[in-house]
């Protein structure tokens, strides 16, 4: 549990952070300070479901049980402390942790219908709107204070919320789970940063409060989707995710509406395959063979591409549930028309299908852009050759080149401590050029 420092006056406090705690070491908590057990299901609420971001807010608490908790915790979420905002309705926040360290979290509202742009599956299930609404159950966020271990509860998706008014059928909050990270994609922004520490499940969740706090999101109306597609390998941080997927489903979003993205961590894999509740995953595939892999994925020499597929086919896949392997395409390194026949070899038998991503540039990476005749081509082949695949839309390319590009242009220009809480530092977009 990180920690954060109060000085009283008297002298130094450290408090710590509730956000993060699950429902039932809250109990136990409430239960050390001579409580009822009701008052657990009170701050249980007032964390996850109201996502309250002070002890002083929780006003069902009586004023000397509030100062009883603030002597010694503090709720703890994260802070945007910088923002920028793209034309197209997409917002990439840098988010500041207790310590200090800072993670990128990107808000993707979406009115066009248009999903493949931030690699969730909710298409799907919105082409599937009539069966999930008459298999509702209810919203998580109506359900009782407790873990559901029931799998995909559904949301209520018949009251639209502040997305709604705003003329979006949803959004996509895209989250980091490590600050940097240690793959290093040779093709990656974010992989310049080095890895610098994993992040914890409360600040892995706690960057969906914020930015749901920011957009007056209302869970049980307005539709979320999830996508650990951030900073970070999820897969090398593997308990944190975890907790944060069943803290995120507490706060009232179903893993069915998540989607994970590893670049390969094999043993996780295979932990995954077996968790009772679990987000849809996507494998970053990114080449059709070792020798191509191995020069743009270096942990490809641990894992190679077959021992990946064995281990994601030990996945039990839901009947409409499919393996997205995200391939970015690279001008002249995988896009050739011998690459696809790879691809299709290797999918063959899976329940798979394929994202392509557009490479965006970054300063210093090596690679340039695949011709719009070759993406098309790319595509099209696989399609012919019976595999489901979706050109993903660029989202907010006037804000940022790629992944860990805010946060590089930070952390060459230090941040400004916040003038108070929330307080915004607007990112110069000069320091992000257009990809
Ligand atoms: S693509 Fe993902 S796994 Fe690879 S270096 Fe970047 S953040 Fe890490």
Redesign the pocket.
């Known amino acids: 549990m990180k920690t954060l420092q109060q000085n009283d006056g008297v002298g130094t406090t450290t408090l710590k952070p509730l956000f993060g705690t699950s429902p039932d070491d809250l109990k136990l908590l409430v239960q050390t300070l001579g409580q009822s057990p009701y008052r657990a299901t009170q701050l249980a609420e007032a964390l996850y479901r109201h996502r309250l971001p002070s002890l002083d807010d929780i006003t069902t608490f009586p004023i000397a049980l509030r100062e009883t908790l603030q002597a010694a915790y503090t709720v703890g979420l994260p802070e945007i402390v910088q923002s920028a905002r793209s034309i197209d309705g997409t917002e990439r926040y840098l988010i500041r942790m207790a310590d200090g360290e800072t993670v990128e979290t990107v808000w993707m509202p979406d009115g066009d219908g248009g999903e493949r742009g931030d690699g969730s599956e909710a298409a799907e299930e919105e082409r599937n709107e009539p069966d999930l609404i008459a298999a509702e159950q209810g919203s998580p966020a109506d359900q009782p204070l407790r873990y559901d271990s029931r799998p995909n509860p559904r949301p209520d998706t018949r009251n639209r919320g502040s997305l709604a008014a705003n003329g979006y059928r949803r959004a996509t909050i895209c989250i980091s789970s490590q600050v940097g990270?240690?793959?290093?994609?040779q093709?990656?922004?974010?992989?310049k940063l080095g890895i610098r520490r994993n992040l914890t499940a409360g600040e892995i969740a706690g960057q969906v409060a914020v930015a749901l706090n920011r957009n007056n999101v209302k869970l049980g109306q307005d539709r979320i989707n999830l996508v650990f597609?951030?900073?970070?390998?999820p897969f090398l941080n593997y308990d944190a995710f975890m907790d944060a997927v069943r803290l995120l489903r507490f706060m009232g979003i179903p893993e069915s509406r998540m989607t994970v993205?590893?670049?390969g961590i094999e043993p996780s894999i295979r932990r995954f395959a077996q968790e009772p509740i679990r987000p849809k995953l996507a494998l970053?595939l990114n080449a059709s063979n070792d020798a191509v892999r191995e020069s743009i994925?270096p942990i490809t020499r641990k894992w190679n591409i077959q021992a990946l597929l064995d281990a994601v086919n030990s996945i039990p896949l839901g009947k409409r549930e499919y393996v997205t392997f995200e391939y970015v395409l690279l001008g002249g390194i995988n896009d050739q028309p011998q690459h696809v026949q790879e691809v299709l070899d290797l999918l063959a038998g899976l329940k798979a299908k394929v994202n392509l991503i557009v490479w965006n540039p970054g300063p210093g990476i090596p690679y340039h852009q695949p011709s719009p005749e070759d993406v098309d081509r790319f595509h099209k082949s696989l399609i012919a050759g019976g595999i489901p695949t979706f050109i993903r839309r660029p989202r907010g390319r006037d804000i940022y080149a790629a992944?860990?590009q805010l946060k590089r242009t930070v952390d060459e220009t230090p941040v400004p401590a916040p003038a108070g809480p929330g307080a915004l530092v607007q990112l110069s977009l000069a320091a992000n050029p257009p990809a």
């Not at 093709?187 to 992989?191: D, S, Y």
């Not at 597609?229 to 390998?233: P, S």
């Open positions: 990270c240690a793959v290093n994609c093709f990656c922004l974010t992989a597609m951030g900073m970070g390998e993205s590893t670049s970053s994925m992944c860990g």
